[in-house]
């Protein structure tokens, strides 16, 4: 409420300022305030309408969509907030001043439209920062109805000390006002850095960063008189996290300096060019150490994958990647060699990983089957019984038996590790002879003989233990992507932005000499030193 309170009577008050100050030019002069009315309800109607419509398109997004909506209403109203500090820091002595130099000369021109022009956009402007930056505060605020309670008093308050300063009958320092409640609004807005950060993760923008900084529950402790202050107005959760922290910081603190740094010790002239010129290289050289100092992360190979019978736990070999393959080892089998061409990989998402996957058909010979088989060796392929189209009068074996195998075989990697395998193996047997004027094709499910090859997977342990590694790695880049790579961008920009403005003042400052040097320079025809 106290935020909300504070918004409501800044900017009300610098929107009633103005008012006031147009509507004296106008009563003074005798002119109608119809119009400037007119434009200050049109100006409060579409803010009004700006805030509703934002928290309708709001309200009527999915989760994650709202939460990504209040990041970036947040930092719009971070922005503006910014702004309205910097620019009345410099100008709030000399507002009252500026502006009435700006309506004497719209009356000079004989133009009372354009002040109710200047009103409406005035009014217009204040209520649309106010309207985004009431909206960021609501959705961090603890009690909404509170919040919005605390914006209606500052409204309120700031028409009645407007209508005051208009009468007379209030005498209001503006510098002071608006210094004192500017360093409570840069805590306000360091408070919606972290807000707008904390949803950005939420809406799945943001991941990096995220690891745990301190547990203020004991002193944000819900429903208490802290909690509504820390938390609700200075937007500080009980649970900051490290890139929460680093933003508070690297708001507050730059913010702090440049408004109530003292004046006289500022530096001047080329001091300051040297200065920015400083703070240019000393961001440029962090950007450069993170951006090289931080290693790029691979995932380790993991040991042999154990391999389980399909309808079973028991360990009935193993499986690992070797170059382009697949190599799986079984008991009493030699090596299988499962080729992976990399053209032929699908992208597919399994057990929640972003891995290539592989869908592959073959059908192999049956090493060490027999090759023939009577009538009653059939009979126990197929199960206990004969098969169709096998008459045994007609057909009294023995008949030739050519075996094979058919294999189907699904394999997932992502960087370079065996993520999960998987295999159905069906045997098949085509008798002929005996009769048959066709070869019959049997599924055989006993072995006679060698023992059937069976289906098998990766065992479940391996299969976490893959995922878990492969986790790791990616929360890793994801981190190093912020650290070493978005996060030096924007030092670069800053360093970039901080050279362009030392340069531009350091091009000012020698052009000044010069100016100086041209006025002294003696008329034409004249000797220096000859009066003219």
């Known amino acids: 409420m106290l935020a909300t309170l504070v918004i409501g009577l800044r900017e009300g008050l610098e929107a009633a300022l103005i008012v ?70 410099a100008h709030a002595s000399g507002m009252k001043k500026e502006l009435e130099a700006e309506a004497a000369e719209a009356l000079s021109q004989g133009s009372a439209y354009a002040l109710a022009i200047m009103a409406f956009l005035a009014v217009l402007k204040e209520g649309f920062e106010t309207a985004v930056f009431l909206l960021a505060t609501f959705s961090a605020a603890q009690s909404a109805v509170l ?51 904390r949803t950005a993760h939420e809406a799945g923008w943001l991941n990096a960063g995220q690891q745990p900084t ?21 937007g ?21 300096l440049f408004v109530f740094w003292p004046s006289s010790r500022r530096p001047q002239r ?16 962090i950007a450069v150490g993170l951006a090289i100092g931080l290693p790029t992360l691979r995932a380790q190979q993991l040991a042999p994958a154990m391999i389980v019978a399909a309808n079973g736990t028991a360990q009935i070999g193993t499986a690992r990647l070797s170059a382009d393959s697949l190599v799986v080892s079984t008991k009493n089998a030699a090596d299988m060699i499962v080729p992976l061409p990399a053209g032929s990989a699908a992208h597919d998402q399994h057990e929640g990983i972003d891995a290539a996957a592989w869908s592959l058909d073959r059908t192999t010979p049956l090493a060490g089957a027999p090759k023939t088989l009577t009538l ?132 000012r400052l020698r052009r000044a000499p010069d100016a100086v040097a041209r006025h002294s320079i003696p008329h034409a025809g004249h000797r220096a030193g000859t009066p003219t």
Request: charged fraction near 10%.
């Open 147 to 197: 919040a919005a309670g605390g914006a209606v008093i500052g409204v309120l308050l700031a028409v009645v000390i407007g209508w005051g300063i208009y009468v007379g009958g209030v005498k209001l320092n503006l510098s002071k006002f608006f210094r004192v409640t500017g360093a409570f609004l840069i805590l306000v807005a360091a408070g919606l850095v972290v807000t707008s950060l």
């Open 376 to 507: 009653d060796q059939v009979v126990t392929l197929a199960g206990g019984r004969v098969p169709m189209g096998l008459n045994p009068q007609q057909h009294p074996g023995p008949f030739t038996a050519d075996w094979s195998v058919h294999r189907s075989t699904g394999v997932w990697t992502a960087d370079g590790v065996l993520l999960d395998a998987t295999e159905d193996a069906t045997t098949l047997v085509a008798i002929s002879g005996s009769g048959l004027e066709t070869p019959r094709t049997l599924t055989a499910t006993v072995g006679i003989g060698p023992s059937l090859p069976g289906s098998w997977q990766l065992s479940g342990s391996y299969v976490d233990q893959a995922v878990a590694a492969l986790n790791r790695v990616e929360a890793a880049r994801t981190e190093r992507l912020l650290w070493a790579v978005q996060l030096p961008i924007a030092l670069a920009i800053g360093a970039l932005l901080l050279s362009v403005a030392a340069y531009r003042r350091l091009m």
């Open 20 to 89: 006031g100050i147009i509507a004296a030019f106008l009563r003074k002069n005798g002119k109608s305030l119809t119009a400037m009315w007119l434009g200050v309800i049109l100006a409060l109607v579409l803010s009004i309408g700006v805030g509703i419509g934002l928290d309708l398109v709001e309200q009527a997004l999915p989760q994650a969509s709202q939460e990504g909506m209040e990041s970036v209403i947040g930092a719009i109203a971070i922005f503006f907030v910014t702004g309205m500090i910097l620019w009345m820091n």
């Open 236 to 256: 500080i959760p009980a649970d900051p996290r490290l890139i929460e922290v680093i933003g508070w910081c690297a708001y507050l603190v730059p913010v702090i």
């Open 270 to 285: 080329h001091a300051a060019v040297r200065l920015q010129f400083t703070l240019a290289a000393g961001l440029l050289a």
């Open 214 to 234: 301190a547990n203020l529950s004991w002193l944000v402790a819900p429903g208490t008189v802290q909690s509504a202050l820390i938390t609700g107005v200075l």
